[in-house]
């Protein structure tokens, strides 16, 4: 089991920028594809972005692509989400996921899960 701690979510203006981070503990081991998801009020999650164990591949949903970015750093067990040019639309709570094995886009994949962090983008 690994237990997934986010951090970094606030309030932050229109065109703003957050680096959220997701700090993993636990059986640590080798091999999980990490993932972030987001959840706004009254909606389904949904995948954001996700990134394998090497951190060589990376997925993107399309409203992700070109403002967000998936990293990791495997010596400090944390995946980071840096978030630019956040708009309203961007205002959920971010989960961030592990699996043992390849990456993938649903959230059924995902057996880990963080508590989430809170994003809200005024505008």
């Known amino acids: 089991q690994v237990q997934l701690l986010e951090s970094g979510g606030g309030l932050v203006q229109a065109g703003g920028s957050l680096r959220l981070s997701c700090a993993a503990s636990?059986?640590?081991?080798?091999?999980?594809?990490m993932g972030w998801f987001r959840q706004a009020p009254g909606k389904e999650r949904e995948f954001v972005a996700s990134?394998?164990?090497?951190?060589?591949?990376?997925l993107y949903a399309d409203f992700a692509k070109g403002r967000f970015t998936i990293t990791r750093d495997n010596a400090k067990n944390t995946v980071y989400l840096q978030t630019n040019g956040l708009k309203p639309e961007d205002t959920a709570v971010y989960y961030c996921?592990?699996?043992?094995?390849?990456?993938?886009?649903?959230?059924?994949?995902?057996?880990?899960w963080g508590q989430g962090t809170q994003v809200t983008v005024s505008s």
């Open positions: 990134i394998t164990w090497s951190g060589g591949s990376t």
């Open positions: 636990g059986r640590t081991s080798s091999g999980y594809a």
């Open positions: 996921a592990a699996r043992l094995g390849y990456y993938g886009v649903s959230a059924a994949l995902y057996d880990n």
